[in-house]
Structure formats: structure tokens, C-alpha cells
């Protein structure tokens, strides 16, 4: 699973629709929408002649090919190497929590499957990301504690792709989203994601999808204590 990767675009709140219509194009129909807003100074703006303007962050699980795909059509389409037309970045991905997920996020992409679903990576922390229905929160996070989670983040997000879910797996899944952030150091990090899999994974009420990202420092977490016994599992397929 070498070339497999978290792309994440930013444009104007107005623009999202074009983005999203994109990567249906290029057979990505798994995309989760958040909302912000930017945060450059007033008197840049100012300065620049510019309207201060909400803005959609849309993060995609890409394939290596379909990335070069993307990126060639994001500069050609929507012209995203001009600015003010929004950013584009991607993160290679460490890990993806079991194999139905892997092919339902990267269903209809051209995959290269001899590295499975891990990557290798020198790294003491990894960031767990869990997108998941609304609501249960709690239970993930009585799930990833009990793996020794310390604790995460959740933002509120929006799940495109419904039909497509439903085909793929036979039954429906929840527009209205959360994902909930937890860094964790490495060691660690196939317990708890083997931990969210299995008590709110895609069959449970909470249809959790679980993936990790490398992080290359991290500050202001307590390391814990090496165990012996500690061991990186193979994640179920």
C-alpha cells in the first residue's frame, strides 16, 4: 500500500461542489467536508483587496495514480496553482484498519497491493484518524482507551458518497459525520486501531472507518513507559 494517500484540498466554501464533482470524476466517491474559515490578517486583506471568506477543508483517500490524475486536473480544471483558488496537499498513509475498508475508500482506483494494508515508517507517534456516524464518539473513545488511548479530538464533518456506500457495503451510511483525532505513539497504534475496529467498526451502529498518518514530532504529549510485551499486530483483513 505504498502509494496510498491522505489528500487534503482547501478552496472557498462556493467552490466545494467543483472539487468534490472532480474527484467523482476520477472514481473518488468517499470525500468528508468540513467547514472553516480563514484566518489571514484584516489588514492583508486589506491590503490585498480581498473579502475575508468561509472556507470547505475536503479530505479523500487517494491512490498513486489516481493522485497524479487529481493534481494534473486540479492545476488544469480549477487552476488551483493561481491564487485564491485554494490549496491541495497530500500525506502518505501508514495504515489502513482492515481490508474492506481499504477497498471501499479506494473502490473503482488503480491499487497496488503488494505492500497490503501497512507501510512502513520510522516514526514514534502516529496519528489515528476515525471518521464515524454522529454520536458515537464515546464509544470510540472507550474503545481506543482501553488500548491505551490517552484521549483525541473530534471535529464534525459531512460524508459524500451515500449511494455508493450503500452498494458497496448493502446497507446505508451517514451523511452526517464525525472524525475523531488521536496521536498515539507507534507501538501502540495497531492495538487501538484493532481496539475501534472491533467494538465500532463498519458493523457496529458507529460504522467506523479507521486510517493513520506518520507524525514526525510531537509536543506536549507524555511518553509512555516501553513495555516488553508490547507488539506491532497485523491488522485483520
Do not use: W
Not at 54 to 72: F, H, N, P, Q, S
Amino acid at each position: 500500500m505504498s502509494d496510498v494517500h491522505l489528500m487534503l484540498a482547501i478552496t472557498e466554501r462556493e467552490k466545494a461542489e467543483k472539487f468534490i464533482r472532480l474527484y467523482t470524476e476520477h472514481n473518488v466517491y468517499v470525500v468528508d467536508c468540513l467547514l472553516g474559515e480563514g484566518t489571514a490578517a484584516s489588514e492583508i486583506l486589506d491590503y490585498l483587496n480581498l473579502e475575508d471568506s468561509e472556507k470547505a477543508l475536503m479530505l479523500a483517500i487517494v491512490t498513486g495514480d489516481t493522485l497524479k490524475l487529481l493534481k494534473r486536473d486540479f492545476k488544469n480544471k480549477l487552476f488551483i496553482d493561481i491564487p485564491g483558488n485554494g490549496i491541495v496537499a497530500t500525506i502518505p498513509m501508514s495504515s489502513i484498519g482492515g481490508m474492506r475498508s481499504l477497498k471501499y475508500l479506494t473502490e473503482g482506483q488503480k491499487l497496488d497491493m503488494e505492500g497490503g494494508e501497512k507501510m512502513s515508517f520510522n516514526t514514534e507517534y502516529e496519528l489515528i484518524l476515525v471518521i464515524a456516524n454522529e454520536g458515537y464518539t464515546d464509544l470510540i473513545m472507550n474503545a481506543a482507551r482501553s488500548a491505551k488511548a490517552t484521549g483525541g479530538t473530534v471535529i464534525k464533518a459531512k460524508g459524500t458518497g451515500a449511494e455508493y456506500a450503500k452498494k458497496f457495503f448493502g446497507f446505508t451510511i451517514a451523511a452526517e459525520k464525525e472524525m475523531i483525532l488521536i496521536v498515539s505513539p507507534t507501538k501502540d497504534r495497531s492495538n487501538i486501531m484493532r481496539a475501534v475496529m472491533t467494538q465500532a467498526g463498519l458493523e457496529s451502529k458507529a460504522q467506523s472507518i479507521v486510517v493513520s498518518l506518520p507524525v514526525s514530532s510531537v509536543s506536549g504529549l507524555r511518553k509512555l513507559e516501553d513495555e516488553d510485551l508490547s507488539v506491532d499486530l497485523d491488522l485483520p483483513k
